[in-house]
C-alpha cells in the first residue's frame, strides 16, 4: 500500500527556518515528479515547489529566494527548505508525487509563522 509520510512542522517565529520532509512507500513506480503543496483556512491549494525525475524544479512566486525543494531519489524522499519564513507561510503542507499512471498525497503537516 502506497504511503506518503510527512514531517517537519511546527510553530516557529518569523525569520525562522523548518524543514519538511516526505517518503514515498509501499510500491510506488515511474516517479515523474514530486512536490510540496499548502492551503491555508479559506483558500485553494497552491504549489508551492515541485520537482521532475529529470531534476527541473518549480517554484510558487511567493517563496522563490526562500525555499529549496531536494529529493533523495533512491529512497523516494523529498525535502523543503524553508527559510526566512513569514507569517503568510502558515499553512498545512501536502506532499504529492506525480507517476505515469496516478498521484498521491500525503496527510499534511502543519506550518504555523507566529510571533
Known amino acids: 500500500q502506497v504511503q506518503l509520510v510527512e514531517s517537519g512542522g511546527g510553530l516557529v517565529q518569523p525569520g525562522a527556518s523548518l524543514r519538511l520532509s516526505c517518503q514515498a512507500s509501499g510500491g510506488i513506480y515511474s516517479i515523474n515528479a514530486m512536490g510540496w503543496y499548502r492551503q491555508a483556512p479559506g483558500k485553494e491549494r497552491d504549489l508551492v515547489a515541485g520537482?521532475?525525475?529529470?531534476?527541473?524544479?518549480k517554484y510558487g512566486d511567493s517563496v522563490k529566494g526562500r525555499f529549496t525543494i531536494s529529493t533523495d531519489g533512491a529512497n523516494n524522499w523529498v525535502y523543503l527548505q524553508m527559510d526566512d519564513l513569514k507569517p503568510e507561510d502558515t499553512a498545512v503542507y501536502y506532499c504529492k508525487v506525480e507517476t505515469g499512471f496516478t498521484n498521491y498525497w500525503g496527510q499534511g503537516t502543519q506550518v504555523t509563522v507566529s510571533s
Open positions: 520537482v521532475t525525475s529529470r531534476g527541473l524544479t
